[in-house]
């Protein structure tokens, strides 16, 4: 099945910095590529995803850039504030779209 | 419009007893999964529907049943509780014809002692 990495596993950026969270996956099929965050003690909530035969997408302060051939997506976060700490979770579609296979998070802390 | 509803939010259970975790959407979504929360293990797929009557099972589906035998309505069954259960359960759903954008529902804290 799918398997997804997240590196780095815990982040620190100064407030005003950018973050970057990079994900690979193993399954050349996958074509879904949903970035949710998650606040202590709540439930995750979407915050941007890509598709296959997209490069790049961008929302506010949030980004996530996709390589194919490379098999691994990034999210980026520029202009950090506190509210952006939280565990931010990586998933790549898996079995013809019909299930979500997770990383394992990444803590990321804003330092005001 | 309620999105999805899990219930109760805290249980704890004895080793060998049984319960339904209920999980229930009001988007007359297709999808429906449920994952388990552990520290450090992120969220693992434990079983999904693709619709009613359909279900199939994910990463981790030992000790777990479910059934989907409305569109609304996904419950998880633990059939023998063990220790090893402990963990915070997510229902998800998405009607986007695939998991796409799932909505998380606000979890369940279960202690199995």
């Known amino acids: 099945g799918e398997n997804v990495e997240q590196h780095p596993s815990t982040l620190s950026v100064q407030e005003g910095d950018s973050a970057v969270i990079k994900c690979t996956y193993s399954?050349?099929?996958?074509?879904?590529f949903p970035w949710y965050k998650q606040e202590l003690g709540k439930r995750p909530q979407l915050i941007i995803d890509?598709?296959?035969?997209?490069g790049e997408k961008k929302d506010q302060r949030i980004a996530v850039t996709l390589n194919k051939t490379a098999k691994h997506f990034s999210l980026h976060i520029t202009e950090t504030q506190p509210e952006d700490s939280a565990v931010y979770f990586c998933?790549?579609?898996?079995?013809?779209?019909?299930?979500?296979?997770f990383g394992k998070g990444n803590q990321v802390v804003v330092i005001p | 419009n309620a999105g999805v509803t899990q219930t109760p939010k805290f249980q704890v259970l004895k080793t060998g007893q049984s319960m339904t975790l209920q999980c229930a959407q009001d988007?007359?979504?297709?999808?429906m999964s449920w994952y388990r929360q552990d520290p450090g293990m992120g969220l693992r797929l434990i079983h999904y529907?693709?619709?009613?009557?359909?279900?199939d099972q994910g990463e981790v589906p030992n000790g777990y049943n479910v059934s989907r035998s409305t569109t609304e309505d996904f419950p998880l069954r633990l059939l023998s509780a063990a220790p090893s259960q402990t963990s915070v359960y997510f229902c998800?759903?998405?009607?986007?014809?695939?998991?796409?954008?799932?909505?998380f529902g606000s979890g369940t804290r279960l202690t199995v002692v």
């Open positions: 998800a759903s998405s009607g986007q014809g695939g998991a796409y954008g799932y909505t």
């Open positions: 399954d050349s099929a996958s074509n879904y």
């Open positions: 890509i598709r296959s035969n997209v």
């Open positions: 998933a790549a579609s898996s079995r013809g779209n019909n299930r979500l296979a």
């Open positions: 988007m007359n979504h297709e999808y």
């Open positions: 529907s693709v619709g009613a009557g359909i279900t």
